[in-house]
């Protein structure tokens, strides 16, 4: 079966708890274009992305692999059908090596050794503990996981936190080659004008609700509209 080409929230919302955390979601996420999520602390993303892919369920909407509905799928569903989560926080298996890491993903050795071509520094530590690496060489076991999955999307949350500037600079350029390799990334990201710069269409959540959707380019040239849209005031 050839993956689809299109991931679809149609007015989702998801619960947490008391209520709704956030409500009113609609987006088309396309392979080969990465989509930025931002917003707020609290404002709702990490609820969405784990609503996509599975970990939580959503309250209403529907969530749409291409045609198909996806809302009653469990997550490792999901993931077989090409759909990878990159929690939030590193989540390495640790006292797996690099190698066994991995392999978690990667069929063959080939797609071992095409993901690790990204990474030239875990070849040196392929068969270490994954917990004997720095922080960033965690990061980079994780990124080295979702090339080898060969994901159709990819749902990235807050890949750069806790990593120092020079590592997430070394890191970041990635979810680009991968979105060039043909997947369809949701990025949310901290350091927003890094998300806006790699994405065409963005959306802007605060206050429970989409306050922003549209170019990336719009808002990334608008410091003024991305304030307000924060702010949860710039409908648009
Ligand atoms: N398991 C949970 N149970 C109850 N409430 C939760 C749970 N997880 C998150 N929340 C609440 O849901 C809201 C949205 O949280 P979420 O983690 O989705 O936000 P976020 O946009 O990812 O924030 P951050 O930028 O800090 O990561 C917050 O008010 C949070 O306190
Ligand atoms: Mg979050």
Redesign the pocket.
Known sequence: MDAANTLTLDDVS?N??AGP??SGVSLTVRRGEVTALV??????????I?AISGVTAHATGSILLGDTPIDKWSRVNRARAGIVHIE?GRAVFPSLTVRENLSLTARTDSEMEEALAHFPELEKRIDAPTALLSGGEQQMVVLARAFAARPAFLLV??MSLGLAPVVFTRLFPLIRTLAESGVGVLL?E?FTHLALGLAGEALV?AGGRVAYQGPAARLEADPELLRRAYLGGAAA
């Open positions: 998801v947490r708890g955390v956030i917003g707020p602390n609290g404002a709702g993303k990490t609820s969405l784990e939030q949350d807050e949310v901290q959540v």
